[in-house]
Nanobody, 122 residues
Framework: EVQLVESGGGLVQAGGSLRLSCAAS????????IGWFRQAPGKEYEGVSC????????YYADSVRGRFIISSDKAKNTLYLQMDSLKPEDTAVYYC???????????????WGQGTQVTVSS
């Protein structure tokens, strides 16, 4: 019922920027934890950033804090992730997630997008 569609991934050089977008339908941003997970080759899912839109609380993984910013546009039902100063270790498939409770636990999210590839070269 909830559908999430990511866009904005691509190939960039280290130090570059990308902005990911997630278009949501069948979902109320005000009532759920939403955010972004990523999975790098050979690694587990990592919670990158989440936001609780009811109170504006945000979470960032230590590895991205200060470089990434999460935001949302309630009127457009769209979630964003601005990624600056990208590093090769940011290379991963990035997933928009919703209906969750713990940004450090992938299994706590009930809705996932298909993912968008981010590749950072050095």
């Amino acid at each position: 019922e909830v559908q999430l569609v990511e866009s904005g991934g691509g190939l960039v050089q280290a130090g570059g920027s990308l902005r990911l977008s997630c278009a949501a339908s069948g979902f109320n941003f005000d009532n759920y934890v939403i955010g972004w997970f990523r999975q790098a080759p050979g690694k587990e899912y990592e919670g990158v950033s989440c936001i609780t839109t009811s109170d504006g609380y945000t979470y960032y993984a230590d590895s991205v804090r200060g470089r990434f910013i999460i935001s949302s546009d309630k009127a457009k039902n769209t979630l964003y992730l601005q990624m600056d100063s990208l590093k090769p270790e940011d290379t991963a498939v990035y997933y928009c997630v919703a209906d969750g409770s713990n940004c450090r636990k992938a299994s706590s999210f009930g809705s996932w997008g298909q993912g968008t590839q981010v590749t950072v070269s050095s």
